[in-house]
Structures are given as structure tokens and as C-alpha cells.
């Protein structure tokens, strides 16, 4: 009887951290899925779509997009604002996000800073700069809750 009793006892811990893992994504799950969701919007923007690319923000009102000296909410309004600001293809150019680095803050919030890149022909010069994005867990899948975006200066 004492050895079963002190068996459970050892063998608890080990149910515990084998179930909790089985339910908690590691962090390399979670840092190999933003970056998909990263690519996804190289891609999604190189085809020139800007919806598609903005499927990898979150659809909501408290959605943030800081750039410049503004700030606005909302999923519409940014879609509204790349659009206005990209209406065709040679003004998107072909964008590249480097030195990325992402850090899982838990389980349902991340940061990702990195730099983005746009190569344009034409009358379009390349752009460059910085962005921060705050990521959250959602049912469907990590949305970009926030983006400060800043573009460096020439």
C-alpha cells in the first residue's frame, strides 16, 4: 500500500507536465506559425492583394496602425489607408521583411520586431523601416492586434 501511495505521488508531477504540454504549443510551434503568418503577408502583397494581406490582421475596432505621426483603428480603415496609399502594383513594389525577431510573451500574445524592405521600379523609390507588432492568439489562428510601422528617412 505505501509503495502504490508513494508511487502516485511520483508519477502526479509527470502527469502533470505531459498534459499540460500536450495542450501549450512550444515556443518554436508558435515562432514557426507567426512566421508563416509573416510570409503569408510577403506573399499576399508581392501578388499585389492587399485584402488577402490584411487577413493577418486582427477584424476588429481596437485593431492600431501607427505610421508617421498617425495613429488609426480599426480593420477597415487600414485596409482604406493601403489602399490609398498603394492603389497599384508598381507603388507596392516587392516587399521582404528582415531581421525579425519574435518573442512569445504567453500563450496568447507575442512581439515581433523587423524591418521591412520594398523594391519598386519607376517613378516609386525603394522604402525601408522598422516595424513592432503585437500579435494575439485568436480561435482562428495569431492576428496582428497592433503595427507601428515608421519608415526611415532618406
Given at each position: 500500500m505505501k509503495t502504490s501511495f508513494t508511487l502516485s505521488y511520483l508519477l502526479l508531477p509527470l502527469c502533470i507536465?505531459?498534459?499540460?504540454?500536450?495542450?501549450?504549443?512550444?515556443?518554436?510551434?508558435?515562432?514557426?506559425?507567426?512566421?508563416s503568418i509573416l510570409q503569408t503577408q510577403?506573399?499576399?502583397w508581392n501578388r499585389g492583394d492587399v485584402p488577402a494581406f490584411m487577413e493577418t490582421y486582427a477584424k476588429t475596432d481596437q485593431l492600431r496602425f501607427a505610421s508617421g505621426d498617425t495613429a488609426q483603428r480599426g480593420w477597415q480603415t487600414?485596409?482604406?489607408?493601403?489602399q490609398t496609399r498603394y492603389p497599384t502594383p508598381d507603388s507596392m513594389?516587392?516587399?521582404?521583411?528582415?531581421?525579425?525577431?519574435?518573442?512569445?510573451?504567453?500563450?496568447?500574445?507575442?512581439?515581433?520586431?523587423g524591418r521591412y524592405r520594398l523594391y519598386r521600379v519607376g517613378d516609386y523609390?525603394?522604402?525601408?523601416g522598422l516595424f513592432t507588432l503585437l500579435m494575439q492568439y485568436t480561435p482562428i489562428g495569431w492576428k496582428i492586434l497592433h503595427d507601428h510601422t515608421s519608415a526611415a528617412t532618406n
Open positions: 507536465v505531459g498534459c499540460s504540454s500536450l495542450e501549450t504549443p512550444s515556443v518554436a510551434k508558435v515562432e514557426q506559425a507567426i512566421q510577403v506573399d499576399e487600414t485596409l482604406l489607408r493601403y513594389g516587392r516587399l521582404a521583411f528582415e531581421e525579425l525577431e519574435i518573442k512569445i510573451l504567453s500563450d496568447e500574445w507575442a512581439e515581433v520586431h523609390e525603394n522604402a525601408t
